[in-house]
Nanobody
């Protein structure tokens, strides 16, 4: 069982930046970020493999968001720059301890943190 605690959401103007953090209670195979906007399905944002640090991004955030990890603190970060109003959503941290592709198949989820980008 892995527990995840997120922080860092908030309100920001378009073009601004926010950094989300997610601390895991133990080691994982990969961790990722997903988001869900009102009336829409949850979608993949970014993920990172713990060993090796390979990353994957959704096309909509590529070049603007950066996912990184702190091996010592078992924490993953999502640096979000050049934010747009369409980035507004609840952002969820996720983790899995099994292998496989890092874009899906996550078993453990955080409580979610709201990100609101005003125009």
């Amino acid at each position: 069982q892995v527990q995840l605690v997120e922080s860092g959401g908030g309100l920001v103007q378009a073009g601004g930046s926010l950094r989300l953090s997610c601390a895991a209670s133990g080691r994982t195979y990969s961790m990722g970020w997903f988001r869900q906007a009102p009336g829409k399905e949850r979608e993949f944002v970014a993920a990172i493999r713990w060993n090796g640090g390979s990353t994957l991004y959704a096309d909509s955030v590529k070049g603007r968001f950066t996912i990184s990890r702190d091996n010592v603190e078992n924490t993953v970060y999502l640096q979000m720059d050049s934010l747009k109003p369409e980035d507004t959503a609840v952002y969820y941290c996720a983790a899995k301890i099994s292998g496989g592709p890092i874009g899906f198949g996550y078993a453990y989820w955080g409580q979610g943190t709201q990100v609101t980008v005003s125009s």
